[in-house]
Structure formats: structure tokens, C-alpha cells
């Protein structure tokens, strides 16, 4: 079965640095890999996707994500954080690109920007 | 075009009562799938619904239903409500198109408490 780990539960960075958050996946197949965001009270926004193709995703918001085969990874980037993207940020993995409607979802990572 | 929507956005109901939730896909979208979102589980695959029928299902109770009309909106029923219901239930729509690559787009949510 496929399974999603985001190792770090909160992180703090400060307005203007940069942000790594990490991902790490298991499936025995090619992973249909997502980013989300999600707002408190709100539903998920999908930052980026990754199937096939180029390793290095550009999503929404200025993020992007690259996958590793090697390391079973697809970490979230940017390069300056801005005090709107504090929000929870859930990394998910499909079976198949056909099949996202049947997705399994890491923890989530929650971000607190500081000013 | 419309995103999806989630009816009600919140909703208190009693143990042993049920509930039903109602979802509307973005146009031209034919799978819709639910997911229960908690503070302590975090987000878990319900089922999946496809031209009306149930396409995947995940590890809930018998309690936990759904079904899907022919315009492709879905109702989720829960019955016999228990305390751990109460949660965040995330809908979520994709077009399903062949030869493509498959995107959820996800409803706001609706917020149920179980007293």
C-alpha cells in the first residue's frame, strides 16, 4: 500500500527566507505526486503536480518541488517566504495518473511565518 | 467555472442521529471523492464515485456511505452518528478524461459536530 511521510510536524521560518519541506513517499509503481495548501477552515488548494517529465516541478505561489527516485522524495521549495503562506502543507501521492481520485495524504507540515 | 461546493458548510447533530452531505463537482467533472479530515487521523480516503458508481473505497465503517447522481453530484451519508465523526469532510471533483492526467479540486469542506 501506498503511504505518505512529512517528518516535520511545524516549522518556523522568517519572512523573506527561504523553505524546504519534506516529503518522503512509498508505492511500488511511478507515484502521481501532489503539493497541497490549506488555509485554517478552508479546503485544499493544489500547489503542484508531478507524474512524468522534468524532476523539477514549478507550481503556484512562486513553489516548486523536485522528485527523487533515489530518495522516494518530492520536496516542497521557495526561495522567499512571504507571511501568506503561513498555512498546513500536505504532500499526497496517487496510484496512477488516472486515479487521483483516490489519494493518500501525509500528516501535513504546518508553517508560521515570522515577521 | 463554478468550483465545488459543500452543503451545509457547518453542521451540529446528536449521537445516533445521521447526517447527509451534499457536493457538487465543477462542471464537466465525473469523479467525485470524499475524505474525513481530523485533528488525531488527518486526512483519509472515503470513497470515490464515478459515472454512479463507487470506483474505489477506503477503511470506514458500513456507517459511512454515498452515492452519486446523474448530474455527477454526491451525497455522503453517515449514520448512527458516533463523538469520532466530528470532523472536517473534504469533497473533492476531477474530470477523469483519458489519455490525460488526472487533477483534484477540492470544496471547502463541511465542519460536523457530533454532540
Known amino acids: 500500500a501506498q503511504s505518505v511521510t512529512q517528518p516535520d510536524i511545524h516549522i518556523t521560518v522568517s519572512e523573506g527566507a527561504s523553505l524546504e519541506l519534506r516529503c518522503n513517499y512509498s508505492?511500488?509503481?511511478?507515484?502521481?505526486l501532489f503539493w497541497y495548501v490549506q488555509s485554517p477552515g478552508q479546503g485544499l488548494q493544489l500547489l503542484l503536480k508531478y507524474f512524468s517529465g522534468d524532476t523539477l516541478v514549478q507550481g503556484i505561489k512562486g513553489f516548486e518541488a523536485e522528485f527523487k527516485r533515489s530518495q522516494s522524495s518530492f520536496n516542497l521549495r521557495k526561495p522567499s517566504v512571504h507571511w501568506s503562506d503561513a498555512a498546513e502543507y500536505f504532500c499526497a501521492v496517487a496510484e496512477g495518473n488516472t486515479n487521483a481520485g483516490k489519494s493518500t495524504f501525509g500528516d501535513g507540515t504546518t508553517l508560521t511565518v515570522k515577521p | 467555472k463554478a468550483g465545488v461546493t459543500q452543503t451545509p458548510r457547518y453542521l451540529i447533530k446528536t449521537r445516533g442521529q445521521q447526517v447527509t452531505l451534499s457536493c457538487s463537482p465543477i462542471s464537466g467533472h465525473r469523479s467525485v471523492s470524499w475524505y474525513q479530515q481530523t485533528p488525531g487521523q488527518g486526512l483519509q480516503f472515503l470513497f470515490e464515485?464515478?459515472?454512479?458508481?463507487?470506483?474505489n473505497k477506503g477503511n470506514f465503517p458500513g456507517r459511512f456511505s454515498g452515492r452519486q447522481f446523474s448530474n455527477s453530484r454526491s451525497e455522503m451519508n453517515v449514520s448512527t452518528l458516533e463523538l469520532g465523526d466530528s470532523a472536517l469532510y473534504l469533497c473533492?471533483?476531477?474530470?477523469?478524461?483519458?489519455?490525460?492526467?488526472?487533477?483534484?479540486?477540492f470544496g471547502p469542506g463541511t465542519r460536523l459536530t457530533v454532540l
Open positions: 473533492a471533483s476531477s474530470q477523469v478524461s483519458q489519455g490525460s492526467t488526472d487533477t483534484q479540486y
Open positions: 508505492y511500488g509503481a511511478t507515484p502521481y
Open positions: 464515485y464515478f459515472s454512479e458508481t463507487q470506483r
